[in-house]
């Protein structure tokens, strides 16, 4: 089937991505089916994979044990338990194994933490000197989400859980144990009881995030493999797999447990029932893909010269519309992330980059580029996802129903009408 033909049960849509729902319909991604997109999106999946499994395990490692320290010098000095911490979701041991590579810290990681871009020393002097892994990004990722909270409800249950007299017992008992011992901790804490909870909350934030990219991480290292085996051969074969990873993992519960002195607090029991799917990943993609919020130096904060939107759920900096050329500024989150995948390119990546950069000085900014047009890819999968659990088939012989997926997806489409939108600029492989 033409992927920019419009099915013949129903009308032309008269949006103005029309072709690019014809696409959708047809089983296609956003982004347009060519081998240099294939080859761009996989590559970067797995320079994206490598930083994300140090990530997910310093997000945990600081939700679960640095919690609430008031002076957390050491959060991204992760300990020796948390880097050999066994993937659920690679390894022999795997609850459903995904990546069919190893369940400790990935290989190309562990060699960069000894040695960084510059030579073995230790961690704290690869640390000041920042040659390290930038947890900054995966920082701002979490605040993206806890700033834009309430998202997806009711489905989602996480957040109204976050303000209910059950999560701030939990809360209490944890923040009394962490501070057992401490007077003055614990004096502050009787004065600003909300100021702590608040802390909590974030913290709960941390490990929702670090649970959601326990699972992206060998998702993209299996697509990296596949790719290198011929097994992925198309932009919708990369889509399908990780709408397919959506529906295998999307009941992984979502949970929050605080270690105190070997004792286990669950401030969010497992028992609640939060899942994968409504209680991280679809916040995450609103939150990050198309909200977040201005960067530091980028955009300015006046909202009363009408330069931030009036409300939340208009906010459009996120990674779907980011202009990749002012924002690659040193201490800027994408070009940290950049930075971190600079490091674990494949060699097909790096030789495409060094055909098409102006110079390695341009290749934090072309990285960034094509991650755009990954998460692109990515947002495909969801949207598929989507429309896979409240519609119907792409093949449905019914016109009507034919006609609700289109609806949906002229829905989803309308929120790239915004000027800033990248989905124009994706179309063309002179985007870069």
């Known amino acids: ?53 140090f990530y997910w395990r310093d997000l945990l490692y600081i939700g679960e044990q640095v919690f609430l320290n008031p ?12 880097l050999q911490r ?55 990722c979490m605040q993206a989400m806890l700033w834009h909270r309430n998202m997806y409800a009711p489905v989602n249950q996480f957040d109204p859980y976050l303000d209910s007299d059950e999560y701030k017992a939990n809360a209490d008992r944890a923040i009394r144990a962490y501070f057992k011992g401490n007077p003055a901790m614990l004096g502050l804490y009787k004065l600003f009881p909300d100021m702590f909870l608040e802390q909590c909350r974030q913290a709960s934030y941390y490990a929702n995030l670090g649970l959601f990219w326990e699972v992206m991480a060998p998702v993209f290292f299996e697509m990296s493999d596949l790719y290198d085996e011929g097994k992925i051969a198309s932009v919708p074969d990369a889509m399908n797999f990780l709408t397919n990873g959506i529906f295998a993992i999307a009941g992984r519960p979502i949970y929050h447990h605080v270690y105190v002195k070997g004792e286990c607090y669950e401030i969010i029991p497992k028992s609640k029932g939060f899942t994968w799917l409504y209680e991280a990943a679809l916040p995450y993609v609103e939150a990050v893909f198309y909200r977040t919020a201005p960067f530091r130096g980028t955009k300015s904060y006046n909202a009363q010269a009408g330069q931030v ?83 119907y088939p792409l093949d449905d012989p019914n016109p009507k129903h ?29 985007y870069r």
Request: aromatic share 12%; net charge negative; glycine share 4%.
């Open 71 to 82: 002076l957390p010098f050491f959060k991204y000095f992760i300990s020796d338990e948390y």
């Open 309 to 391: 939107p009036d409300d939340q759920k208009d906010f459009h900096y996120g990674v779907l519309y980011a202009d990749l050329f002012p924002v690659g500024t040193a201490g800027i989150p994408p070009t940290l992330l950049a930075q971190d995948m600079l490091h674990f390119l494949p060699p097909y990546l790096v030789d495409y980059y060094k055909e098409h950069c102006r110079g390695e000085d341009d290749m934090l900014i072309q990285l960034g580029v094509t991650f755009q047009r990954s998460m692109y890819c990515v947002t495909s999968a969801v949207i598929q996802a989507l429309r896979s659990a409240l519609l």
């Open 1 to 53: 089937m033409n992927m920019s033909a419009p099915p013949t049960k129903i009308p032309p849509s008269n949006h103005p991505y029309a072709d690019i729902i014809y696409r959708l319909e047809a089983g296609g991604a956003m982004l347009p089916d060519t081998p240099e997109n294939l080859m761009q999106i996989i590559g970067i999946y797995k320079a994206y994979a490598v930083p994300m499994d």
């Open 86 to 140: 066994h993937n659920h979701y690679a390894g022999d041991d795997a609850d459903l194994r995904i990546w069919r590579g190893r369940a400790t810290v990935h290989p190309e990681l562990e060699e960069f933490i000894q040695k960084g871009e510059t030579k073995n020393m230790p961690r704290l002097l690869h640390h000041l000197w920042h040659d390290r892994i930038n947890m900054e990004f995966a920082e701002a």
């Open 402 to 430: 034919l006609m609700a997926n289109r609806k949906f997806f002229e829905a989803q489409m309308d929120r790239f009408l915004r000027p800033e939108a990248r989905l124009n600029d994706i179309q063309s492989a002179n």
